[in-house]
């Protein structure tokens, strides 16, 4: 029998000299070190930035004592004991913001609002709901406490203490903390600079006029996206032709103005691909063959200083291997201490899959739970890795792991939900 010496494909069921997803991913995570600077924001401009300073508290929190709730505050030795019920004299009022000035004598009591600060010598609030009034006066009973309904000063954070650790990526309660200790600049990192470009003959921007035989970049427009969302600052070099001139003097503009570049198509063996060629003159890439579906060619490596990501060309492609891998490496470049990873959680699969092992898959999937609380997810159809609607229409990646064949229905699998990815 005759046989043809011939290369491997991305259809390849199985095949050899590939990388795991997880050693791509960490050769990748161990090339790519922490880029940012530091700016000075305006604490209102400051979510979802990287704090790059610790925060401490320059005060108390609370800075004075204040009570916890509306009621009446009372000295603790005031506090009726055994079945005994007394009788307080409401001496006065106070409310939030406004500070009693009179001293709390005994056998008497003040009006209290939440938030008020406690007037002098009082240390407990017996709530409104448990006292009976009786016009200028009140009566309780022996069921309270010493020093209830009382917030100490400091007690919620002591001045000096660090409130927030640098690397952390802040959220609208780390902000309202701030704000409540009267931070008005904070120091952030600054936003990594992120070239994009697309390569292709047949690729045409939004609003070019059809061409016979050509598509509409979608690789450059969900990449720019995902980049603007997670705070880059962007380069759009639009498309570049498949001309070594061309490509040669995109590389060097991205490379000379950004922190990290993004190319998409022209990784693969296509004879019109010049990028491997000029790339292999510019920089220091890998073009590896990774053992994942679909996402298989990526390149990767350094032109000078910054980072490049060669993703594949088709637009499902790109989606996986920009959140399985340039995601956590950004992470890491944007200096984040911990990197922020969706959890994985286990579905039932409702539909059967076809998966043969000796390659990571990442499905599109539809997550929901079932009206007894279970987890299901089902594909969304045709996973061909050019049909971004299978995308579009999904809320999770289905992953199935390297070793894993095919999923009958029924049978549980492990799902990465797009909420926090996206
Ligand atoms: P390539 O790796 O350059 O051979 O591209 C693989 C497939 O992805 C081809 O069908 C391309 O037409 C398609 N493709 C490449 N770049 C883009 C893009 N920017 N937007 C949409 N599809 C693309
Ligand atoms: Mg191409």
Redesign the pocket.
């Known amino acids: 029998m005759s046989t043809l010496n011939v290369q491997s494909s991305c259809g390849d069921e199985n095949e050899q000299g590939t990388l795991s997803v997880t050693q791509a991913l960490n050769n990748m995570l161990n090339a790519v070190q922490e880029k940012s600077g530091v700016e000075q924001v305006h604490l209102t401009d400051a979510v979802d930035r990287i704090l790059a300073q610790a925060i401490t508290s320059p005060v108390n929190v609370p800075s004075h004592r204040n009570s916890a709730v509306d009621g009446y505050a009372v000295m603790q030795a005031d506090l009726p004991t055994n079945d005994d019920i007394r009788t307080f004299k409401i001496a006065g009022r106070v409310v939030a913001g406004h500070p009693y000035k009179g001293e709390l004598k005994q056998g008497e009591c003040i009006q209290i609002m939440t938030g008020a600060q406690m007037p002098e010598l009082a240390d407990t609030v017996i709530m409104q709901e448990h006292v009976e009034v009786d016009a200028d006066s009140i009566r309780i009973d022996a069921r309270h406490s010493a020093g209830q309904n009382v917030r100490q000063a400091g007690e919620d954070i002591q001045m000096g203490q660090t409130v927030l650790q640098p690397g952390i990526k802040l959220t609208p309660p780390q902000i309202g903390l701030c704000a409540s200790l009267g931070i008005s600049e904070i120091s952030v990192k600054t936003p990594l600079t992120a070239a994009v470009f697309?390569?292709?003959d047949?690729?045409l921007s939004i609003g070019d006029a059809p061409r016979e035989g050509c598509?509409?970049?979608?690789?450059?427009y969900s990449m720019i996206s995902a980049l603007k969302k997670l705070g880059c600052k962007v380069l759009d070099m639009g498309?570049i032709a498949?001309d070594p001139d061309k490509l040669r003097q995109a590389f060097k503009l991205a490379a000379s103005n950004a922190d990290v570049i993004f190319t998409?198509?022209?990784?693969?063996v296509?004879e019109?691909?010049y990028?491997k060629q000029v790339l292999s003159q510019a920089g220091a890439i890998n073009f590896w063959k990774v053992a994942m579906k679909p996402g298989r060619?990526v390149a990767f490596g350094k032109i000078n200083n910054t980072t490049f990501f060669g993703l594949?060309?088709?637009?499902v492609?790109?989606m996986v291997t920009f959140y399985q891998f340039a995601l956590p490496c950004l992470q890491k470049m944007m200096g984040l201490n911990q990197p922020l990873i969706n959890p994985i959680i286990k579905a039932q699969c409702t539909t059967p899959i076809r998966k043969i092992p000796g390659r990571t898959e990442f499905q599109r999937g539809i997550l929901s739970q079932s009206d007894s609380g279970k987890w299901q997810v089902s594909t969304t159809g045709k996973q061909g890795?050019?049909i971004?609607r299978s995308m579009s229409n999904a809320n999770a990646f289905i992953i199935l792991e390297h070793e894993r064949a095919s999923v009958k229905k029924g049978e549980w699998v492990s799902v990465q939900t797009f909420s926090g990815l996206f």
């Open positions: 697309s390569t292709g047949e690729v598509i509409y970049d979608s690789n450059r498309i498949d998409s198509g022209g990784v693969s296509g019109a691909d990028t060619p594949p060309g088709n637009p492609a790109v890795s050019g971004l």
